[in-house]
């Protein structure tokens, strides 16, 4: 992936805007799996503390020379903070998992996050956060939303916003659902 154009990130800036709404600048934000370090960076300029971890180690340094911006290369599975974050963008990091490995990640994500941070992910639409306990043919649209927000619950994270939109810089006409979540005590 080339780095994003001014173009691209001024796309994304919606998304960029849904968790700046929630998150003071200052605050620590982790970038998990940033790839070339577009968001990161972005973040970096609006005001946060922002740390970065890509498994790759090719769009790590990558990431690191563009944006002047320190990177830790490893698995977000096996990071260990002795201060948790106050917002974490996994932006694309969830569709990188198989369906049956996005329980795991997101329980991760949720023990990195401090009591009342913030978690913005996403999936293509259409896609679950992960899989269903057991499957019901007579299951609907809305009972499955059910089951994910309580398997959500489980992790003491609560839906702020939910909405469908494009991923710049995917095709348009693609559409993804966004999560923004808080987490409880």
Same mark, same amino acid.
């Given at each position: 992936?080339?780095?994003?154009?001014?173009?691209?990130?001024?796309?994304?800036?919606?998304?960029?805007?849904?968790?700046?709404?929630?998150?003071?600048?200052?605050?620590?934000?982790?970038?998990?799996?940033?790839?070339?370090?577009?968001?990161?960076?972005?973040?970096?300029?609006?005001?946060?503390?922002?740390?970065?971890?890509?498994?790759?180690?090719?769009?790590?340094?990558?990431?690191?020379?563009?944006?002047?911006?320190?990177?830790?290369?490893?698995?977000?599975?096996?990071?260990?903070?002795?201060?948790?974050?106050?917002?974490?963008?996994?932006?694309?990091?969830?569709?990188?998992?198989? #369906? /049956?490995?996005?329980?795991?990640? =997101?329980?991760? &994500? %949720? *023990? @990195?996050?401090?009591?009342?941070?913030?978690?913005?992910?996403?999936?293509?639409?259409?896609?679950?956060?992960?899989?269903?306990?057991?499957?019901?043919?007579?299951?609907?649209? #809305? /009972?499955?939303?059910?089951?994910? =927000?309580?398997? &959500? %619950? *489980? @992790?003491?994270?609560?839906?702020?916003?939910?909405?469908?939109?494009?991923?710049?810089?995917?095709?348009?006409?693609?559409?993804?659902?966004?999560?923004?979540?808080?987490?409880?005590?």
């Amino acid at each position: 992936m080339s780095p994003a154009t001014p173009l691209v990130l001024s796309a994304r800036a919606p998304l960029y805007h849904c968790i700046c709404q929630v998150l003071t600048p200052g605050a620590h934000l982790l970038d998990a799996g940033c790839g070339e370090g577009e968001d990161a960076r972005h973040f970096q300029q609006s005001g946060y503390v922002v740390s970065a971890i890509e498994l790759d180690l090719a769009m790590a340094r990558r990431a690191s020379r563009h944006g002047d911006l320190p990177v830790r290369v490893g698995d977000i599975s096996t990071l260990h903070t002795v201060v948790p974050f106050d917002g974490i963008w996994a932006c694309d990091l969830l569709p990188c998992l198989p #369906a /049956s490995q996005r329980f795991a990640m =997101l329980a991760k &994500l %949720a *023990s @990195l996050l401090k009591t009342g941070g913030i978690l913005y992910c996403n999936v293509p639409q259409g896609e679950r956060l992960a899989p269903p306990e057991e499957t019901d043919p007579l299951d609907t649209e #809305a /009972s499955m939303a059910a089951d994910e =927000l309580e398997m &959500l %619950a *489980s @992790l003491s994270l609560h839906l702020v916003r939910q909405w469908q939109a494009p991923l710049p810089p995917k095709p348009a006409t693609q559409a993804w659902r966004h999560l923004l979540l808080r987490k409880g005590s």
